[in-house]
Each structure stands twice: as structure tokens, then as C-alpha cells.
């Protein structure tokens, strides 16, 4: 591998348009070959519509998209064949059936996988001959992530890859992910799942209303975005008010599930004693109370809000 | 660190490991792809129940009642028999099946579910994916032909070369017309409204635009009508063709005016997502 490359993927200043709302607006991202970056942002943050414009189904309104050194507007069937695609919708046809499926894929590729070993990998062979219409929604996310594989791409985009697996099949397509890693693949995934951006990617680009607002490895943005944690759980929906106002104004306050509070920042001995001493006087037990670092999850919802989208 | 059971692929998914780093042709030739897909598509055509009930089975339960019993009154010309007049409606019949209802159910579904979108990514494209299925409808009408051809022929049928010869251009511009009107529908409206309209569009030509009934026995206005429709121009077009052996001045047109407005139409309105 050579030690300087071109990014797989260069985007910059990406915008589009649905009509009068902006879906995204000005995008910045790169995806470097042996790399696993994670596009991380709520529902409706404009992911899917930046992997849609990389991917040539949508044309951005303004911007710039670079796929292997080549603009996406001027790729052809050459350049489709080394970018593999792996859609939210799924896009398999209803009738066909995963194996079969897969094998028709590959005669599009001048060099495709080996595909009984890639259905192997991927616990297809267990249902290779079931109708894409009967497979469960997990069963048809790994038959979509196969079809993204099956011609040996370079640069891999997958929209939210893990959505609906069972913890076994999330594990296995995280091993995969990391195996074309290894090979030198540039993977683009997109995720709301913390644990998921945190244990693959290298690089988390967090975006929100259609913009990037924060971007780095994992450990620096929860070096960066707060160096430290106090988490409890207790009573669902408190008034955190009073908490608020006897901390220091650097920290923020949250509830980030019902029930789970997270108190990030400069967390330091006061600190500690404010909380424990202000969930005393709540007359509350502050259950699995436990100071640590900062979590991508605290970074990635005090840089997004805790509204529900 | 592996969390399921079950060998690991010792060899890697990815190119780069394996082989040179860059690779010339990552696709095959444009020609391989379009006819890996048509292959395909055909495949999954004639496999599929729904389908060969509209291409097949329908179509043959037509041509053998018609032919054989007289519940519908016909023109019948002299020297000539039932099943003469009835062979060509059939075989409009077929083309509307497959290149229409059987083609626009097919393309609305696979909107549906984001098999144009993924297809559109890999190295086929959307130019590949649709000529792929046009080539795929073509191919399931061969097989339409030669099975209700062989009915027709048990029934007494005996086409003449020249006619044999004639009907193919027709087949041909029916075949685009359709195709296309079936693309229109496919890519403008929502799946559940396609399966019903291209039904429902298709019972109502067979019996009101010309198909099994030709145009001239129509009621009033309604005749009229139907010779400037697609499938009024096909059928009485193959039955000229097959019951006096020339090729009438219009249907051509007709056909060829229907494929160009449509094809229009598609290029401006169809939706991929």
C-alpha cells in the first residue's frame, strides 16, 4: 500500500436541495483507502442524502464529489464496478433469491468474489434459497451487504449497515468490515450507533441539520468534547434545574435515555460531591454511579441536542 | 475476535490484497452486462406464477375458447376459419401481457423496493437495467409466440411465410409502445395503483380497444376510437397482415406515434426513487 494516496472519496462543500428545505449544506468529507469512516448524525441529519449524491442517485446542487480521483459526474461502468453500494432500502428484488441473486451480480463485474464463500461469511448459505420476500429484515441487510461486496470494490458505502441485525450478525459484519479495512477497502458507513462508530472507525464525522459539526478520531473527540463523565440512573425525567445551576456552567446535563444521567465536562472531586450531594437532598439513590471518560455517545448528543427527531 | 460459529474465509473479500492494486476493466463489456440481466429477468419472468398466468396461460385459454366455440359472434371472411381471426388478436394480446401489464407491475416494484436505485450503482447502470428488460420482454414473447403458435397451428392455423414476415415490425413497434406506456406508468405512479391500472387497463383494450374483437365490429364511436389505440393499430394490423397478407397504411404510424410520445414522456416524468 502506497504511503501517500488520494482520499477514495473527497467530497467538499456538498448541498442539496429537496425543494424549499436543505437537506445538506456544505459538506466537507473524505474517505481514506484501509479506513473505516463513520457519518454520524440523528434521523432526517442528511447522511443518507450525502452517501446518495457520492453514489450518483441524486446530483448535488452545489459541491463537489471526487470517487477514486474522478469526479462522480464523469464515472462510468468501469468506475461503478470498483465502488460497492449498500442502501438503506435495501434495493433486492422481491422474487429472487439470495444465492442466485448474488451470482447474477457477480457476471456485472469483470473480477467478482468468490460468492459461495462470501454467502458463507455472511450466514447466507443458511437461507440461500428463500425468497428475498420471506427473509427476515436482518437476513436481507446481509444479503444487501454482499451485493455491495461482490465485485471486489476499493471504496465501499454502507447507509446504517447493522440496523436490525441480532448482536451475532452485527458482530459479523463488523469482522467484515474490518477485513476490508485490512485489505486497504475505504469503507463510508453511516450509523447513529455510537459502539458501532466507536469500535470500526478511525475517523467520525458528525453531522446535524445537514452540516458537520464535529469531525476526528473517536479518542479525540472525547478528548476534545469534554475529558470526563459522571453517569447514574435513578427516577426517570427529574427536574435537573437546581443541579444545573450549583454546577459550573462548562458542564452539560442530561438524561440521555429515561431513567440515565450524564453529567459531561471537567469533571472533577467537587464536582462529585455537588451531584452526590444534590441527588441526598433530592432524597434520591444514585444507582451504578460511576465517574469516568467522556463517551462518543455524551459527545455526539451534547453536540447534537437531546431533542427526539 | 469472532463472535459467531462457523469458519472464517481465510481469503479476503477485497481486491487489493490479491491482485495488482488497480485493475484496467473492473466491468465487462457493456454487451455482457446488458445480457447477463436480460438473461436474468427472463429467468425470473417465466418462474414467476402471477406473470405466466398473464403471458401464457391467459393468452391460450383465450385463443382456444374463442376459436372453438362461437359465444362471440365474428366476421369471419370467406375461406377463412375462427381461429384466423382470433391467432393475431391473440398475439396482441401477448405483446400487451408482457410488454405492458406484465413489464410495468415488474419495474413498479422494483421502484418500490430500490432495486432501480441499487442496480443503478453497479457497473449495469440505468441504461443497462432498462435495456436489459426490454431485451428480457422481447425474449419471454418468443416464448409466447412459439407456444401459442403451436396452439394456433392444433387449431388449424397455417400462416403464410410472407405474413410471418410482415407481423414483424409490428411486433416489433407494439412491442415499444407498449413497453414504454408500461415504463410511464411504472415510474410515475405508486406500485399498488400500477398493479391494479395496468390490470385493469389491460382487461379493458382486450375487450374495448380492438385486441380479441376487431376494431370494425366495435359499437359506433368506439371502433373509431380504438384504431388510433395502440392495441386497436397492433391487432388490426396482424390481422390484415394474416388474413390478407399486406401491411395497411396506419397502424405503423399509429404504433410508432404512441412509442415516440411515451418515450417523451418517460424521459421527462419517470422518478427512480
Known amino acids: 500500500m502506497p504511503a501517500i494516496r488520494e482520499p477514495a472519496l473527497d467530497v467538499r462543500g456538498l448541498v442539496k436541495r429537496y425543494g424549499d428545505h436543505t437537506a445538506v449544506r456544505g459538506i466537507d468529507l473524505q474517505a481514506h483507502h484501509g479506513a473505516v469512516t463513520a457519518l454520524l448524525g440523528p434521523n432526517g441529519a442528511g447522511k443518507t442524502t450525502t452517501v446518495e449524491c457520492c453514489v450518483g442517485l441524486r446530483s448535488p446542487d452545489d459541491g463537489s464529489v471526487r470517487l477514486l480521483g474522478r469526479a462522480a459526474a464523469e464515472t462510468g461502468a468501469d468506475d461503478r464496478a470498483r465502488v460497492g453500494v449498500m442502501l438503506q432500502d435495501g434495493g433486492l428484488p422481491n422474487q429472487a433469491r439470495p444465492l442466485e441473486l448474488l451470482r447474477h451480480l457477480a457476471r456485472l463485474y469483470a473480477a467478482p468474489a468468490d460468492v459461495e464463500e462470501l454467502a458463507a461469511r455472511l450466514g447466507i448459505d443458511q437461507f440461500a434459497a428463500t425468497a428475498v420476500r420471506r427473509l427476515s429484515g436482518g437476513q436481507r441487510q446481509r444479503v444487501a451487504l454482499a451485493a455491495a461486496l461482490v465485485g471486489r470494490p476499493e471504496l465501499v458505502f454502507l447507509d446504517e449497515p447493522s440496523a436490525g441485525l441480532d448482536p451475532q450478525a452485527r458482530h459479523t459484519v463488523w469482522d467484515v468490515v474490518r477485513d476490508l479495512c485490512t485489505d486497504g477497502v475505504a469503507v463510508l458507513l453511516t450509523t447513529h450507533d455510537m459502539e458501532e462508530a466507536t469500535r470500526l472507525a478511525s475517523e467520525v464525522v458528525i453531522v446535524d441539520d445537514g452540516r458537520v459539526v464535529a469531525q476526528g478520531t473517536p479518542a479525540h473527540l472525547t478528548s476534545s468534547y469534554g475529558t470526563s463523565s459522571i453517569r447514574f440512573t435513578a427516577a426517570p425525567s427529574l427536574d435537573l434545574e437546581e443541579l444545573r445551576r450549583s454546577l459550573p456552567t462548562h458542564l452539560s446535563i442530561g438524561e440521555t435515555r429515561p431513567g440515565e444521567y450524564v453529567i459531561a465536562g471537567d469533571v472533577d472531586p467537587a464536582v462529585v460531591a455537588t451531584v452526590t450531594a444534590w441527588c441526598a437532598s433530592q432524597g434520591l439513590m444514585p444507582d451504578q454511579l460511576a465517574v469516568g471518560r467522556a463517551s462518543l455517545e455524551d459527545v455526539f448528543l451534547d453536540l447534537t441536542g437531546r431533542a427526539l427527531r | ?273
Open chain 2, 1 to 273: 475476535m469472532t463472535f459467531v460459529d462457523g469458519p472464517r474465509a481465510s481469503r479476503s473479500l477485497a481486491v487489493q490484497s490479491q491482485e495488482t492494486p488497480t485493475r484496467t476493466h473492473a466491468a465487462p463489456p457493456a454487451a455482457r452486462r446488458v445480457l447477463a440481466q436480460a438473461a436474468w429477468e427472463t429467468r425470473v419472468t417465466l418462474r414467476n406464477g402471477e406473470q405466466l398466468l398473464l403471458t401464457l396461460v391467459l393468452p391460450v385459454i383465450a385463443l382456444v375458447a374463442m376459436s372453438r366455440t362461437s359465444l362471440i359472434g365474428l366476421d369471419v371472411p370467406a375461406g377463412h376459419q375462427r381461429v384466423d381471426v382470433i391467432a393475431p388478436g391473440v398475439l396482441a394480446m401477448a405483446v400487451m401481457s408482457s410488454a405492458f401489464t406484465g413489464q410495468a407491475i415488474a419495474t413498479a416494484f422494483d421502484r418500490r423496493y430500490g432495486v432501480l436505485r441499487l442496480l443503478g450503482t453497479t457497473p449495469l447502470g440505468r441504461s443497462g437495467l432498462l435495456l436489459g428488460r426490454v431485451l428480457a420482454v422481447l425474449a419471454v414473447e418468443v416464448v409466447q409466440f412459439a407456444v401459442l403458435g403451436g396452439v394456433a397451428a392444433w387449431l388449424g392455423w397455417r400462416p403464410s411465410a410472407t405474413s410471418l414476415l410482415l407481423a414483424v415490425p409490428l411486433l416489433v413497434l407494439g412491442t415499444a409502445a407498449f413497453a414504454a406506456l408500461g415504463l410511464l406508468m411504472a415510474g410515475t405512479m405508486r406500485a399498488e395503483a400500477v398493479l391494479a391500472g395496468a390490470n385493469l387497463v389491460w382487461v379493458l383494450l382486450l375487450l374495448g380497444g380492438g385486441v380479441l374483437l376487431p376494431t370494425a365490429e366495435l359499437p359506433g364511436a368506439l371502433g373509431d376510437v380504438a384504431a388510433l389505440l395502440p392495441s386497436g393499430a397492433l391487432a388490426d394490423g396482424l390481422r390484415s397482415v394474416f388474413l390478407d397478407g399486406a401491411l395497411p397504411p396506419s397502424p405503423l404510424p399509429v404504433l410508432a406515434g404512441w412509442t415516440a410520445v411515451a418515450v417523451a414522456a418517460c424521459v421527462r416524468w419517470f422518478k427512480w426513487q
